[in-house]
């Protein structure tokens, strides 16, 4: 699905060469700085490399319609941005920015439990903790249902035991529906039970 060869970006990253398959899960370990984000980053086209090239299902990333590219490859951020008003709100207000049509598979409910928020919909998204405001985050994730999630340490303000819960429940959602998750988590316990790869980076270089 993607490959990356001989990027370079900044003196961030220096990569030779790597294969992230489809429909598979792939985790990125490494240490904080490492590089980890701007890796995301790369696959999606938010930034660019300066050296190298990065095709997707065989073509040059750089060929892409930047925007058809990221509706079709979500990335969700660490500290993810929540919009005003109510949960509903946060949905419709996704649906109606990417103009994404894809979402009649699901509805809010439905989304809810598979991020495991119990709230309302008409509750105020403000009034959410940090970790059910990420939560709310990966549901408007999920809603758009992409070909590709790319998480940022979607878990990263949970507690260990809803950590493993939520990332359960995403890796099911992937696998059931033939997506490819690619997740940079700071767990290597959770890297090792929900991976199908796991890729490690550190100082902007893959190790063995």
Do not use: C, W
Not at 18 to 37: C, D, H, M, P, Q
Not at 68 to 73: F, P, T
Not at 172 to 196: C, G, P, Q
């Amino acid at each position: 699905m993607f490959k990356l060869e001989k990027i370079k970006f900044k003196n961030i990253l220096n990569i030779e060469e790597i294969l992230l398959e489809e429909n598979r899960v792939t985790a990125i370990l490494g240490s904080s700085g490492g590089g980890k984000t701007t890796f995301l980053k790369l696959l999606n086209n938010m930034i660019t490399a300066d050296q190298g090239t990065i095709t997707y299902q065989g073509k040059d990333i750089e060929s892409y319609d930047p925007v058809s590219l990221r509706r079709e490859i979500v990335m969700l951020p660490q500290d993810p941005q929540i919009f005003k008003g109510t949960i509903k709100d946060n949905f419709t207000k996704t649906e109606a920015i990417t103009d994404n049509e894809n979402s009649k598979n699901l509805n809010y409910n439905e989304l809810l439990q598979k991020v495991s928020l119990t709230q309302d919909l008409n509750d105020a998204a403000d009034n959410l903790s940090g970790g059910e405001k990420q939560r709310l985050a990966l549901a408007r994730v999920m809603l758009l249902e992409p070909k590709v999630l790319l998480l940022d340490e979607p878990s990263s303000s949970l507690d260990k035991k809803t950590e493993e819960k939520i990332i359960k429940r995403v890796v099911d959602y992937v696998r059931k529906n033939n997506r490819t998750l690619i997740m940079v988590t700071h767990s290597s316990k959770i890297a090792e039970k929900f991976a199908d790869k796991i890729i490690n980076i550190e100082n902007g270089k893959i190790i063995k």
